[in-house]
């Protein structure tokens, strides 16, 4: 079974809005929209708990492809740098190995 076409913000949002105003259920608002009603119900909460912000994508308690992009980005960096600590640890062993000990200022 195919996931049906996503809801586009303005439109939840004015869904919500009808129910909040009184005008329509939740039943109601789920069947002429064609959606599910725990669906309609999530929104309604988002709302109430965010504004228009918790039905964007990626809204409060979710995360956008940019944020999912930064993320993965800090992670290679972690990595980068983890890999150029531990090299340049093992040229200092090889430098005191071939000069004697190195005097740090640390």
Do not use: Y
Not at 81 to 90: K, N, S, T
């Amino acid at each position: 079974m195919s996931r049906p076409p996503a809801v586009p913000v303005e439109e939840k949002m004015r869904i919500v809005l009808s129910i909040l105003s009184g005008e329509m259920s939740v039943a109601e608002a789920a069947r002429r929209n064609k959606v599910s009603e725990t669906s309609v119900g999530k929104w309604k909460q988002r709302f109430l708990e965010a504004g228009r912000a918790g039905l964007e994508p990626g809204g409060p308690g979710g995360s956008s492809s940019a944020e999912d992009a930064l993320r993965a980005e800090i992670e290679e960096l972690k990595t980068a740098l983890g890999e150029a600590a531990v090299e340049l640890r093992v040229w200092k062993r090889s430098a005191e190995h071939r000069l004697g000990p190195l005097r740090t200022s640390r």
